[in-house]
């Protein structure tokens, strides 16, 4: 395959997903100018990766893959340099689990999708949990996929979507009866 041949085809397949690789990079970069350089960068990455890209396999699931490592080799840069001042201190900073991308700092732009008070539990929500919820529900990516993206098994995609949607339900539920929306007999 010739150059050209080869730039038209990562035309017509990677950038049909660009508004999905800029929701998640917002996500896990959580501002937007980390986000532009995440998603610039991942681009960059699968461009210059595009011969190891298999035609008919899920394009979108192979951008968020570079896209989650890129993120998380971030974050593990930005941890490293950052000095210890004590130790409350970094476990404040800590991810909640090993593989979990970085925590989101200023969501405005991607969370401007939901109202004040999903936004206020979605930050609530642990990173993976978070993130695998996303991707199932805002980006569409099937359990298989977003295992692809995560680097996790599907049990683990499972439990953290059902763990984070028993999450926002319980807490939505009781925010709607505050406002008088649900009655507690309506459980």
Request: glycine letters at 4%.
């Amino acid at each position: 395959m010739s150059r050209a041949e080869r730039d038209l085809l990562f035309e017509a397949v990677a950038l049909d997903h660009l508004s999905s690789v800029w929701r998640v990079a917002l996500a896990l970069g959580g501002s937007e100018s980390e986000a532009e350089d995440l998603a610039q960068e991942t681009y960059l990455r699968a461009y210059e990766r595009f011969r190891t890209f298999r035609p008919g396999t899920n394009c979108r699931a192979w951008l968020l893959t570079i896209l989650r490592h890129l993120a998380a080799d971030r974050y593990r840069s930005v941890r490293r340099e950052t000095p210890i001042e004590d130790v409350d201190a970094l476990e404040d900073r800590a991810p909640r689990a090993a593989e979990a991308p970085p925590a989101i700092e200023n969501e405005e732009a991607f969370l401007d999708l939901f109202g004040d008070e999903v936004n206020a539990f979605l930050r609530r929500l642990p990173d993976g949990s978070r993130t695998a919820l996303l991707l199932c529900d805002v980006e569409g990516l099937s359990y298989a996929e977003i295992c692809q993206v995560l680097g996790c098994p599907v049990g683990t995609v499972r439990s953290r979507i059902h763990r984070a949607r028993a999450f926002l339900r319980e807490r939505l539920a009781a925010y709607a009866r505050s406002l008088g929306y649900l009655s507690e007999s309506r459980e």
